[in-house]
């Protein structure tokens, strides 16, 4: 089991920057790899970043350049740096991890957390 725990939201105005962090505890030596969602209301959740255990990071295409995932492994946290924030990316972000279970992958959540961005 791996628990995370996410912080860093807010309100800030457009052109402005958040850093959201996420905490993992539990058996973290199992996460494969850890990631950011996002769901805005009334659309589906996304994949905004993601980084493996390798140190690989992938990019949803908007955010390219203006966000970036990066991880403290002392710290078992994983954060987010959101810079040049657009109204567009007001949602609830949600902290994910994975590991490969014998069915395939077992996915963990955090609780969310909420980032608004003021025109």
């Known amino acids: 089991q791996v628990r995370l725990v996410e912080s860093g939201g807010g309100l800030v105005q457009a052109g402005g920057s958040l850093r959201l962090s996420c905490a993992a505890s539990g058996n973290i030596f199992s996460i494969n790899a850890t990631g950011w969602y996002r769901q805005a209301s009334g659309k589906q959740r996304e994949l905004v970043a993601v980084i493996t255990r390798g140190g690989t990071t992938n990019y949803l295409e908007s955010v390219k350049g203006r966000f970036t995932v990066s991880r403290d492994n002392a710290k078992n946290t994983v954060f987010l740096q959101m810079n040049s924030l657009k109204p567009e990316d007001t949602a609830v972000y949600y902290c994910?991890?994975?590991?490969?279970?014998?069915?395939?992958?077992?996915?963990?959540w955090g609780q969310g957390t909420q980032v608004t961005v003021s025109s």
């Open positions: 994910n991890a994975h590991e490969l279970g014998p069915y395939g992958k077992v996915h963990y």
